[in-house]
């Protein structure tokens, strides 16, 4: 009789080789048993249950070092699909990919201002059926939905406790998702989700540890330390968008006063742009971040004196998370990330001028490498960890 415990260490190296397999691409059966340290029977054993289950198929032969060639193994990419969605302050964006993250379908809505939490909810569902008539094709179907969110997020029960920029409050959007579709849902902080798909696919791949800053319309952070999510005690941990650089100054929507993302968001964006150049309101009023980033990438001085002053102070904060971890590597993203090597230059210079930690070692200070997809990439990577288990987030 197989024991509990038995179960659970079958289904643990089971997963083991599943990610060996997801990391290193094609490998043989020897190669695995040498690279996660189980033994040859074992992983031939699990590599079997793998392909009945439809995960792991054979590529074909491999080259030989003498004697028999072996067969090459890789992840079945047709076994199910898998959606991640990004769930912005002003938009829902949606992606269907493969369990390698590879994305097959992809769209992009609009929310407005005026939109009531429940208008936010019917457009989410819209899209996801979408998605989901995509996905119908395949061995298992959709294998998951991850959703990243722009706030305070309970993972454990996929509960949004506080999305002020939403003003969204104790939301139980996991059930909502799962009621309506049947199918195993995953709620996560979109900076959260962010810092997983770079982690996984992106400008982290071969960091430790890592911090992702999302600075959007709002911003939050991801801490990624020694390959695992840093989650706090009580799965809350990240929130470094609400860490205090002024003392007196400008109220935020979380309730606090002088909120780091007060001086380093979209809003901020704008603020610069109008306030310290003094452009008429209504002509920033039609303006979109986009053409704020566009117009300083074309050399426009009052735009690219706003992006700047964004990266400087994007800098301040960075410079507090390099002291506070002494991590591997910073990576910025979402929108004001796309402000490029200008905001970058500035946040390096401040770092630079600023940080006691860099004195004595080279943090590396990198933009996103899944730019705007990191959110969406992240939240099918909150699936997919599932599915391969090792790391776990």
């Excluded at 080789?17 to 020897?30: F, M």
Aim: hydrophobic residues 40%.
């Amino acid at each position: 009789m197989i024991t509990g415990d038995q179960l659970l260490v079958k289904q643990l190296n089971k997963s083991i080789v599943l990610n060996a397999i997801r990391k290193n691409g094609k490998v043989s059966r020897a190669g695995i048993s040498v690279k996660t340290g189980l033994n040859k029977s074992t992983v031939s054993s699990l590599v079997d249950e793998l392909m009945t289950d439809g995960f792991v198929i054979e590529e074909g032969p491999g080259a030989s070092r003498g004697g028999r060639k072996p067969i090459l193994l890789s992840i079945n990419n047709n076994v199910g699909h898998v959606i991640g969605v990004d769930l912005g302050v002003n938009y829902i964006f949606c992606i269907v990919t493969d369990p390698s993250a590879d994305i097959l379908w992809e769209k992009r809505i609009n929310t407005e201002k005026v939109d009531t939490k429940e208008k936010i909810i019917d457009k989410l569902v819209g899209l996801l059926e979408e998605a989901v008539s995509f996905s119908k094709n395949t061995l298992k179907g959709i294998l998951g939905i991850g959703i990243g969110v722009p706030g305070i997020v309970d993972y454990k029960n996929g509960t949004v406790l506080m999305a002020p920029n939403l003003k969204w409050y104790n939301l139980d959007l996991k059930s909502i998702i799962e009621k309506r579709f049947g199918i195993k849902t995953y709620i996560d902080n979109e900076a959260n989700a962010g810092a997983i798909g770079e982690k996984w696919f992106g400008a982290g791949e071969k960091e430790t540890n890592l911090v992702y800053v999302s600075a959007g319309i709002g911003v939050g952070t991801g801490i990624i330390i020694n390959n695992e999510l840093y989650r706090g005690s009580n799965g809350l941990a990240g929130e470094m968008g609400h860490m205090t650089i002024n003392f007196s100054d400008h109220d935020c929507s979380c309730g606090n006063i002088g909120c780091w993302e007060n001086y380093a968001s979209e809003k901020s964006l704008f603020n610069y742009y109008l306030n310290e150049f003094s452009h008429n309101s209504s002509d920033v009023l039609d303006l979109s971040v986009f053409d704020i980033i566009y117009n300083a990438k074309s050399n426009d001085q009052a735009s690219v004196k706003a992006l700047k002053e964004v990266g400087k102070n994007l800098g301040i904060g960075i410079v507090n998370i390099i002291n506070t971890f002494d991590t591997d590597k910073v990576i910025v993203g979402n929108t004001i990330s796309l402000g490029g090597e200008i905001v970058l230059e500035e946040i390096r210079r401040i770092v630079k001028k600023r940080c006691f930690i860099t004195r004595y070692s080279n943090i590396k200070i990198e933009l996103s490498k899944l730019g705007m997809y990191s959110c969406a990439i992240g939240a099918v990577s909150l699936v997919i960890s599932e599915l391969f288990a090792a790391p776990q987030f």
